[in-house]
């Protein structure tokens, strides 16, 4: 009996020194995890003040509590769950974690050496190089290395799905720097109790000091992530995330459906770089259309309040319009009708005449076709919105032309720079306006300012049963078949507009994801997508025969004539050759291939020399002669981003470099090339006029 009593006293005792214990380190961690915060929150607003304001405006759930471990370190609950983050050792854990994800490491790399879909072409510098580099590519599926699986000290980009209490992002940083490092947590409480737990300043710091770049995406959707990612992407380089080495902190739904989200539309960052050819060409087209005295756009308030209150129908060529054809022809002379591409045939097909006729694509072929496929009163009674890099011989073809900028073009930013000097004020720039013509055509619609937006056949994919435009379209003639292909390789499942999934061509399926983007934006918009095609996020699912528009008795032809009259101007350019800067492109193609001539005997000093045009080419983005930058930029992503691959792909150094070397002098070799190019051809015409893809 009395020894039961000994030992339960010697209980009470070892539960009173616990407690004791535990409340030290509670206060421990409370003072330090103050102190932390402040000087965190001193970080953000130094270097991301838009953080800062939400982390002052924060409002946490009345039961937050950040738990003190018995090695001293934070522990959470999430929200709704019932299991803390980490057990009585958080930050051994994370070190765990750390050497297990790195020893076996998770990267999203594209494989680029197997074959390319670079067909021969004797008259494109860039298709050219694109097929040595596929060539000098197949060669590095012959080396003996194996395949790099842990993660070197040294790496492009880090991608980091959730932060939790953050102890891995300290440690995982100890061991290993990034370019680029992109850290997503869409639970903001999460990161707002990482706050008390570890050192972001000195993380900030770190990034800064060694010139790297810090991406927070926090609160996010997995619908908005990708979205953010690929802006980035666009705005820095698809190199700055092309290579990325994967980290998963911890398991949830959300961040599973961030991953899914990521790897899901990867391949949409390796498209739309553009090229050399197509810049200079759009770039002649620009400054052609001018002298020509096309009609540009510079968007009017005025003209956009006039327009809100009127319907607009937005037709496109998918299959989906057949069963809306009636619909349109009921409505027509109560709405704004704007057909993309080839709809404008199939309309005059069935008798409905669209006020406006949209054209995007910029080669000799656009012209050559809507010769061929002009109805017989041809184009003079049509008005037609292209963009400036269109074909200039096509503007001649219509009763009138307005072009808005395509952007981000080397044409477009030419425009926009001198428009600026001449008449202080840019050219207005169509958001989101390509890769296809209907995306144009929508760009226009909410840019003149309709907000009554109506969408027919606006497919962005095929329905299962296999058809890929309308009944009506030039792509069932048989006289056109040879110069329509429809979009080939439709392997990627979207969600229907009503539930049935269609399939979509990687072009389709970065269409579709540019809608999303566009209709999201135009947040005083109401668009409605009729028709079973693809959903569009942020659109309103609508069938044909619930479409309804009130008879408002529209003159069509004084709308139209407003639109030209207040949204369009003819502009005047002079000392266009000064401005072009031939000599700053011969300077800026010298820098870059001295910085290709230095010597490198590692993968980080190979790295460096990428980094280094990488730097001089973005920089000429805001310089006083951005369209520099795209003259160059498509193809130095065409080079640089397998380039970079190849670096960190195989285990053995020397054999990489061997072939960096080789696939980097074939680089400097195009280099030249232009150089000696582009004072020839600045102002040359596309004379390419074979059977492609036509909306």
Known sequence: MNESIEQQLKHLEEQLESSIEHQKREGIFENEANIRFEKNFLAFQKYYPSIAEHISSFHCREDFCIHVTKSGHGNFFPEGESVPLYDDEPLKQAKEQVDNYTKKANFSRTNYFSNSHWESDDERIHVQYMLKLTEQLSKVKDMKSKRLDSLPDIFPSCLIFGIGLGYHIPELLKRHSFDYLFICEPDLEMFYASLFCI?????????????????????????????????????????????????????????????????????????????????????????????????????????????KDIPVFVVGNGPSLDEAIEVIRQYQEDVIIIAGGTAFQSLIKAGIKADFHVLV?????????????????????????????????????????????????????????????????????????????????????????????????????????GETHSKLSIYNDTQLKSAFKPLAGASIKLEGNFGDDVLAAPLLALSKTTFDRLVNSATMCDVYNIGAGAKIRGAIPLHSEDVFVQSNNLNRE??????????????????????????????????????????????????????????????????????????????????????????????????????????????????????????????????????????
């Open 199 to 307: 050192d972001w300043f000195s993380i900030i710091e770190k990034v800064d000091k060694e010139g790297g770049c810090l991406f927070l995406h926090l609160g996010i959707s997995y619908e908005d992530f990708f979205n953010e990612i690929f802006k980035i992407s666009e705005d820095i380089g698809a190199f700055s995330v092309i290579n990325s080495f994967c980290y998963q902190h911890y398991p949830s739904d959300e961040i599973n459906n961030l991953i899914k989200a990521f790897f899901d539309n990867y391949y949409q960052l390796h498209q739309g770089f553009g090229f050399y050819n197509d810049a200079i060409t759009g770039l002649a087209h620009s400054i052609r259309n001018v002298e020509q005295g096309a009609a540009f756009l510079y968007a009017n308030q005025k003209a956009q309040q006039s327009l």
């Open 361 to 465: 694509e910029r080669p000799k072929i656009t012209y050559d076709i809507q010769k061929k496929i002009a109805p017989e009163s041809g184009y003079k009674d049509v008005n037609l919105l292209a963009v400036d890099v269109m074909y200039p011989d096509v503007i001649g073809l219509y009763k009138w032309a307005g072009l808005g900028l395509k952007g981000p073009e080397a044409g477009s930013a030419f425009l926009s720079m001198a428009s600026m000097r001449y008449y202080g004020r840019g050219i207005t720039a169509l958001p989101a306006c390509g890769p296809l013509v209907s995306n144009t055509a929508l760009s226009y619609a909410i840019t003149m300012g309709f907000k009554q937006i109506y969408l027919f056949g606006v497919d962005n994919g095929y329905p299962l049963s």
């Open 558 to 695: 004084e709308v139209v004539d407003l639109i030209k009259a207040q949204h369009f101007k003819n502009i005047e350019l002079n000392d266009i050759e000064q401005l072009v800067g031939l000599d700053e492109f011969n300077s800026l193609c010298d820098y870059l291939i001295d910085i290709g001539n230095r010597e490198f005997s590692s993968r980080e000093e190979a790295h460096e020399l990428l980094k280094a045009q990488q730097r001089l080419v973005y920089a000429y983005r805001k310089s006083a002669h951005p369209h520099l930058f795209h003259i160059i930029k498509g193809t130095l992503l065409y080079f640089h981003c397998p380039l970079l691959t190849l670096l960190y792909f195989f285990e053995d150094e020397q054999e990489t470099l061997e072939q960096f070397k080789n696939v980097f002098d074939l680089w400097l070799k195009f280099l030249k090339e232009i150089q000696k190019d582009f004072p020839i051809n600045w102002k040359t015409k596309c004379n390419w006029s074979k059977p492609e893809y036509q909306d």
